[in-house]
């Protein structure tokens, strides 16, 4: 469980419970009551000093990570932040080395900003995509997000 756990640190990703954590480890015959409504994710120390802090959004990460923005791209991120986070009021946003997560119990989009463009990793579902926008990306892109869509300064956003 600790190595599971470990994964999900280090790749930035949950597993859905324990009970789910379980069946990935072939221990499906030690599913204890109540491990589907657990979804907490331990942090790992790597010394005693050390500790790996559980995901939030950081100002100071989102300042790197927006660095080399212009205004259109950032203004771009400020109306798909706010979309995102409108959807409920459990949406969670935090940040990594390299992009902006939002999940709801699963990490459901990644905002990354690039030189000239943005995009959003998503998860594989049907889309409403009129303009042929979204990429599926190939089977052997082994995550949970398997869309990307590429947006760039002018781009209607609906």
């Known amino acids: 469980m600790e190595i599971l756990h470990f994964i999900e640190k280090e790749f930035d990703f949950v597993f859905p419970n324990d009970k789910y954590r379980k069946e990935v480890l ?3 015959f030690i599913v204890n009551e109540g491990d589907e ?30 660095s080399g923005a212009n205004k259109e791209l950032l203004d771009i991120f400020e109306t798909i932040n706010d979309y995102c986070l409108s959807i409920s009021q459990k949406i969670i946003r935090n940040t990594t080395k390299h992009y902006i997560g939002y999940s709801e119990g699963k990490s459901f989009a990644d905002f990354h900003f690039n030189s000239g463009y943005c995009h959003l990793m ?24 398997k869309a990307k869509l590429r947006i760039y300064p002018g781009d209607d956003l609906e």
């Open 26 to 28: 072939g221990l499906g």
């Open 37 to 66: 409504d657990s979804n907490k994710t331990v942090a790992i120390t790597e010394s005693a000093d050390e500790k790996i802090t559980s995901q939030e959004f950081k100002a100071e990460d989102f300042e790197k990570l927006s």
């Open 122 to 145: 998503l998860r594989t579902i049907k889309y409403s995509d009129p303009q042929n926008k979204i990429e599926l990306l190939g089977d052997n892109y082994n995550w949970a997000k």
